[in-house]
């Protein structure tokens, strides 16, 4: 079975050494993913709104190594406020609603920048 890794150029991946996307063999493997636009930038917005971003960055990660969001079939939910899961499941449901994946949303106590209130995992298989 090959591995194979994928990056998103993101700042935090050469600084923490982590990979974006990692795909063995029929499964792929998604984290890190949150509301930071291509631009390097939070999103604006809320928490929805940064969800939004995160589930399209796991879609992007997705597709590098192949899969979509059909082929999930886990997602974790990190948020730094649980009183955010309306907003955070309701854009969960726009990208992932249509094949649901088993999935958790947890309260942290922080992320990486602490104007982000969400970051996203993914597990997808491929077959």
Not at 64 to 75: F, H
Not at 96 to 115: H, K, T
Request: glycine content about 14%.
């Amino acid at each position: 079975m090959s591995i194979e890794r994928f990056g998103s150029g993101g700042p935090w991946e050469k600084a923490v050494g982590y990979s974006r996307a990692v795909r063995a063999g029929g499964l792929v493997f998604v984290a890190g993913c949150t509301g930071v636009g291509a631009d390097g930038e939070v999103v604006e917005g809320g928490a929805r709104a940064q969800m939004r971003q995160a589930c399209r960055n796991v879609e992007a990660a997705l597709a590098q190594a192949g899969a979509t969001p059909a082929d999930v079939v886990q997602t974790r939910m990190y948020v730094t406020d649980i009183a955010l899961w309306e907003d955070v499941g309701r854009a969960h449901a726009e990208t992932f609603g249509a094949a649901p994946p088993v999935s958790a949303m947890v309260q942290v106590a922080g992320l990486i920048d602490p104007r982000l209130v969400v970051e996203v995992e993914a597990v997808a298989y491929t077959g």
